[in-house]
């Protein structure tokens, strides 16, 4: 099994910048790809960024040129660097991570999730 755990939400003003962290603990020579997902009230899980184990991105069309997936040298942490922040980023962010070593083409093929991180872009 593996563990995901979450780190670096919180409160910042719009315009401003925010890092998350992805900490992946337990069977991590399992996990490939991972992923930054995020929940918005009253709407669905959309995907943010993914990064596959050779470093290959994707990204929300929403993010592109603002917002920065990467991976640690163990490929056991993921962050996320957020910069110019917008009110409707205002959600609750989500790691995955999938054991097949394919980009999952959607959320059905993510195999672990963290409990998630709350990120208020308000002033």
């Known amino acids: 099994q593996v563990q995901l755990m979450e780190s670096g939400g919180g409160l910042v003003q719009p315009g401003g910048s925010l890092s998350l962290s992805c900490a992946a603990s337990?069977?991590?020579?399992?996990?490939?790809?991972m992923a930054w997902y995020r929940q918005a009230p009253g709407k669905q899980r959309e995907l943010v960024a993914a990064?596959?184990?050779?470093?290959?991105?994707k990204y929300a069309h929403s993010v592109k040129g603002r917002f920065t997936i990467s991976r640690d040298r163990a490929k056991t942490t993921v962050y996320l660097q957020m910069n110019s922040l917008k009110p409707e980023a205002t959600a609750v962010y989500y790691c995955?991570?999938?054991?097949?070593?394919?980009?999952?083409?959607?959320?059905?093929?993510?195999?672990?999730w963290g409990q998630g991180t709350q990120v208020t872009v308000s002033s």
């Open positions: 990064i596959t184990s050779g470093g290959s991105t």
């Open positions: 995955a991570a999938a054991r097949s070593p394919l980009l999952p083409v959607g959320i059905h093929e993510y195999d672990y």
């Open positions: 337990g069977s991590t020579f399992s996990i490939n790809p």
